[in-house]
């Protein structure tokens, strides 16, 4: 998908969403995500926390975790792509402590501790199968547009 076609779905996005979406405003920080505009992509995915908080205090339910997940990924993802590890560790460690099966933390987490040289190749639960290599192949761009139902 080139920038511009990135551009419009962005727009289309931003459009779409009434204010009170943090779905929305979670596709909407994937996408700046991927156009390489990670500090905006990171700030409208707190955003996203704050609606999502609103809304679960408006509606309670006794499904899901304490916290919602999508915006420390994003975090999580950006400090991986920038060279951040530890701090790439700590937002996934988050997510992992409300759910520790939720795959693209797992998945962020082990990266970010191969990177440090941390990653214990016996791991009871693991989510990546060759961690150094996919920590090679990461891609931001494309984790953020298959996290925003792109790729």
Request: with cysteine.
């Amino acid at each position: 998908m080139t920038d511009a076609e990135l551009e419009q779905e962005l727009q289309a996005t931003r459009a779409a969403n009434p204010g009170d979406s943090h779905h929305l405003y979670m596709k909407e920080a994937w996408l700046l995500i991927a156009l390489y505009q990670q500090s905006a992509g990171v700030e409208l995915a707190r955003q996203a926390q704050q609606v999502w908080a609103t809304n679960r205090a408006k509606t309670p339910s006794p499904y899901g975790g304490s916290k919602y997940w999508n915006p420390w990924i994003a975090e999580a993802a950006v400090a991986l792509a920038e060279g951040n590890w530890g701090h790439a560790e700590q937002c996934a460690r988050v997510i992992l402590s409300d759910y520790e099966e939720q795959p693209d933390a797992g998945y962020l987490y082990e990266l970010a501790l191969q990177a440090q040289g941390q990653l214990h190749p016996e791991r009871l639960f693991p989510f990546c199968r060759d961690a150094a290599q996919e920590l090679a192949d990461f891609d931001l761009r494309t984790f953020a547009l298959r996290q925003a139902g792109i790729a």
